[in-house]
């Protein structure tokens, strides 16, 4: 989805872009940061443990935090889950991390790319998450896929459900097609299949909150001293 | 103190000769008690006790098992309900023996008659030593022995020695039960730790002959190395070790041999496919397949990589999208290249050539699953795999 976006790179909208990044690997983290000031992009902090990420970004407030998963001290799901208002978080992951990469995008994640992305894929997809646009990838998708499964197997209530038309557009993601392919084989605008990926992505976000919530709640009653 | 009963293994072996013990003592006691019919005070009362006692033996043996307290499948029952079966199998045999007493003549009793349950009530005994070993053995023969003694209202000979023989039964079929249990539990041990070895060999082997090849490349020829080419070698080697740590890391906690998690076997293809970009799509949890199902599955999926190969041309990229349905498998392998139109998979097939035809929709089928094709010219062509789960 990230190699379809044919509207010109705003090169005003790039230069005010202000971006934290977050990895352990020191040589992995300063290529990252010469690639995005290269495109001028300006890099306001970077931090390699959840720790200093989470200060970074409460004294920056970036517009985006490229975020790597596995941390020393945790993982970049605490930070995903501590982000301030405003700030978007795109996950840049090696493969093989599927379980923490669900996490994220459950706790608010908005994007996910692999390590192997080229330079030009990464600015376009830091572009489009700090615009608020979910950065799926078909890998994101078949994880999203396989979650809804295994929620739809269980028999809560208050578990999300996607429309036959999202699992749909959910599954041609998956299967490679970008959104304007996906448009024109539905016969829809490009807007409306943004849009439904967009739903799958905010169902499950929410339904996540809601889950965090009843837990605090149920900790709250069985020990007297409600949280919410 | 151990009390199981486990329906299959060497104690399901036990429970089975039990129960022809039970029926060959009942139909001996049936003839007991028809040669005794006239001798009885009360002869109706006799056959009434062979007939509570043949209900008994039939609850036992053959409903008994299937309550819902016994699971079928191998697995243990509750510890009550063992301990439940062993203490009113000793009751209803101690209740047949001094029945005895009820439905004989007093002298008949003293003198030393055949007691009314006779061998049966060894029965008792021999269940309680399976499901609780020489100590339940004993305990149950030992108030056995008493009932006997009770019902002859003294320690004759013939009484103490019926004694000794059921005490002797109880601690000497309870030590086997228990001796054969361990060793199947050490056989089984064994055969694990074998399998693990064998795990970690494949692993080792594995190893050496890719990612420490490898290294080894790069250490010797680095200085004239393209950059890329290490840079490719790296990402290749490094996926497959990853694979191979995953399947480490969950073959320590899954103990299920049988299972294989399919997305292990496919992980590597986005690697170290050759010939074109391969773009996986996956859930996060296992999707566990049956060993032979899993590897025939990714088989196809490689089938049908290589039909992308043959005739989507060389700027195709494919992708793989892995689903887990519950009650079946799919994996969808799609293809930006060229296409074809949809009969072209049928003439293909006639012509023999295309690995549509055979590797991969003969392969399905083989499994009991199904495999559609479907195409449209410049819309790339999409094959998808269904293999139902048992």
Redesign the interface.
């Known amino acids: 989805m990230s190699h379809d976006d044919d509207s010109p790179p705003d090169t005003a909208d790039t230069a005010s872009l202000r971006i934290v990044v977050v990895d352990d690997h020191p040589i992995w983290r300063s290529a990252l940061i010469r690639d995005l000031e290269a495109a001028g992009v300006s890099v306001v902090g970077e931090a390699d443990t959840v720790a200093k990420a989470v200060a970074v970004m409460n004294a920056t407030r970036p517009h985006v935090v490229l975020l790597d998963l596995q941390l020393p001290d945790g993982s970049g799901v605490d930070v995903t889950r501590a982000v301030p208002a405003g700030t978007h978080v795109l996950v840049l992951s090696a493969?093989?991390e599927?379980?923490d990469?669900?996490a994220a995008v459950k706790a608010g994640a908005t994007g996910y790319l692999t390590k192997?992305a080229s330079a030009t894929e990464l600015l376009d997809a830091v572009r489009r998450t700090a615009r608020g646009e979910a950065v799926f990838?078909?890998?994101?998708?078949?994880?999203m896929?396989?979650?809804y499964?295994?929620l739809a197997?269980q028999s809560e209530k208050t578990r999300p459900v996607l429309t036959e038309r999202e699992t749909e557009v959910l599954?041609l993601v998956?299967?490679?097609l970008t959104s304007k392919e996906i448009a024109a084989r539905l016969v829809v605008s490009r807007r409306t299949v943004e849009n439904h990926v967009q739903a799958t992505l905010r169902k499950l976000q929410l339904h996540n909150r809601v889950e965090l919530a009843r837990y605090a709640l149920a900790e709250g009653l069985e020990t007297g001293d409600v949280v919410l | 103190m151990r009390i199981d009963v486990r329906p299959t293994g060497s104690q399901g072996a036990l429970w089975r000769a039990l129960i022809v013990f039970r029926a060959a003592s009942l139909v001996f006691v049936a003839v007991q008690v028809g040669r005794s019919y006239a001798d009885y005070a009360h002869p109706l009362g006799a056959v009434t006790a062979l007939a509570a006692m043949a209900v008994w033996s039939v609850f036992v043996c053959i409903v008994q098992p299937m309550l819902p307290v016994f699971p079928r499948a191998g697995g243990w029952r509750p510890r009550w309900s063992a301990v439940a079966m062993v203490a009113a199998d000793l009751a209803v045999a101690v209740a047949a023996l001094l029945a005895t007493r009820l439905v004989d003549t007093h002298e008949r009793v003293v003198t030393g008659a055949p007691t009314l349950p006779g061998t049966w009530t060894a029965a008792a005994v021999l269940g309680a030593a399976i499901a609780g070993g020489a100590p339940l053995g004993l305990v149950v023969a030992v108030v056995l022995s008493a009932a006997l003694v009770v019902e002859r209202g003294s320690f004759a000979t013939t009484t103490t020695s019926s004694a000794t023989l059921l005490v002797l039964a109880g601690v000497v079929v309870g030590y086997l039960a228990t001796t054969t249990l361990k060793a199947e539990e050490q056989f089984a041990q064994v055969r694990a730790l074998e399998a693990a070895r064998a795990e970690r060999d494949r692993l080792a082997r594995a190893i050496h002959d890719g990612a420490l090849q490898a290294l080894a490349l790069i250490a010797r020829d680095a200085a004239v190395m393209d950059r890329d080419a290490i840079a490719s070698l790296a990402t290749e080697h490094e996926t497959a070790l990853r694979s191979h740590v995953t399947a480490l890391v969950r073959d320590s906690t899954v103990s299920s041999i049988a299972d294989v998690d399919l997305r292990t076997l496919l992980t590597p293809l986005e690697t170290t496919w050759p010939h074109r970009a391969i773009t996986l799509a996956m859930p996060a949890e296992p999707v566990l397949l049956t060993g032979h199902v899993a590897v025939d599955m990714a088989a196809a999926v490689k089938a049908a990589l290589d039909n992308v190969d043959r005739h989507a041309g060389p700027s195709a990229s494919a992708w793989v999208l892995v689903e887990d349905e519950g009650d079946a498998v799919v994996v969808s392998v799609r293809d930006d290249g060229c296409g074809m139109a949809s009969d072209r998979a049928d003439e293909a097939r006639a012509v023999g050539r295309i690995g549509i035809a055979g590797s991969i929709v003969g392969r399905l089928a083989s499994l009991g699953g199904s495999a559609t094709v479907t195409s449209a010219v410049d819309d790339g062509v999409e094959v998808e795999l269904r293999v139902p789960r048992r």
Do not use: C, D, M, N
């Open positions: 493969s093989g599927q379980a990469v669900l192997s990838t078909p890998a994101l998708a078949g994880l896929l396989g979650e499964r295994r197997s599954r998956a299967k490679g």
